[in-house]
T-cell receptor, first 113, second 111 residues
Framework: NAGVTQTPKFQVLKTGQSMTLQCAQD?????MYWYRQDPGMGLRLIYY???????DKGEVPNGYNVSRLNKREFSLRLESAAPSQTSVYFC????????????FGPGTRLLVL | EDKVVQSPLSLVVHEGDTVTLNCSYE??????LLWYKQEKKAPTFLFML????IEKKSGRLSSILDKKELFSILNITATQTGDSAIYLC???????????FGPGTRLSVLP
């Protein structure tokens, strides 16, 4: 089992460009999450998907959209990247809504110039 | 607004030392508090604590939560260089998916 995988590992964008971060899990988990991690601020929830077909906003959703493509995959899209979106993005999954143990992917480091 | 604060933000010790990391939380309708260890990449789960006050242990690591004072501590005894990491604390409530993370404590263990 690969667990939670994310692509790409690193990306550089220019302001205004768009991109999609991909996340997949092979643990048959229902819930999936997208976080961003900035220095000194811990992890902040962007969006989550409690189950296939549903998505909800987290703490910092502005500038992002998500798609729960199927049970395995949860993508995060930046339509028009801004320098403030420079961050490390983590995808996570848990067995069920409110599942205590979240399993994290390796992260995507995004730099917006 | 829910909030989690950790202290210290950074700590440098030598191998063999014992360390205590602190996490205080303000979480409406509190359900649980989680500790994670983050080395180079993804956070990995360490412990989950609830208001029961039951101490959790795993090898040299232990953690307990004080529901009255709204804080938790993570103890690491006989530290090793492999313990060097960022330790994250997160609180969550009963409502849904909102895990509120603290800023983390960066622990450096020198040989």
């Amino acid at each position: 089992n690969a667990g939670v995988t994310q692509t790409p590992k690193f990306q550089v964008l220019k302001t205004g460009q768009s991109m999609t971060l991909q996340c997949a899990q092979d643990m048959n988990h229902n819930s999936m999450y997208w976080y961003r991690q900035d220095p000194g601020m811990g992890l902040r929830l962007i969006y989550y998907s409690a189950s296939e077909g549903t998505t909800d906003k987290g703490e910092v959703p502005n500038g992002y959209n998500v798609s729960r493509l199927n049970k395995r995959e949860f993508s995060l899209r930046l339509e028009s990247a801004a320098p403030s979106q420079t961050s490390v993005y983590f995808c996570a999954s848990s067995a069920q809504t409110g599942g205590e143990t979240q399993y994290f992917g390796p992260g995507t480091r995004l730099l917006v110039l | 607004e829910d909030k989690v604060v950790q202290s210290p933000l950074s700590l440098v010790v030598h191998e063999g030392d014992t360390v205590t990391l602190n996490c205080s939380y303000e979480v409406t309708n509190f359900r649980s508090l989680l500790w994670y260890k983050q080395e180079k990449k993804a956070p990995t789960f360490l412990f989950m604590l609830t208001s029961s006050g039951i101490e959790k242990k795993s090898g040299r690591l232990s953690s307990i939560l004080d529901k009255k004072e709204l804080f938790s501590i993570l103890n690491i005894t006989a530290t090793q260089t492999g313990d060097s990491a960022i330790y994250l604390c997160a609180g969550r409530n009963n409502y849904g998916q909102n895990f509120v993370f603290g800023p983390g404590t960066r622990l450096s263990v020198l040989p």
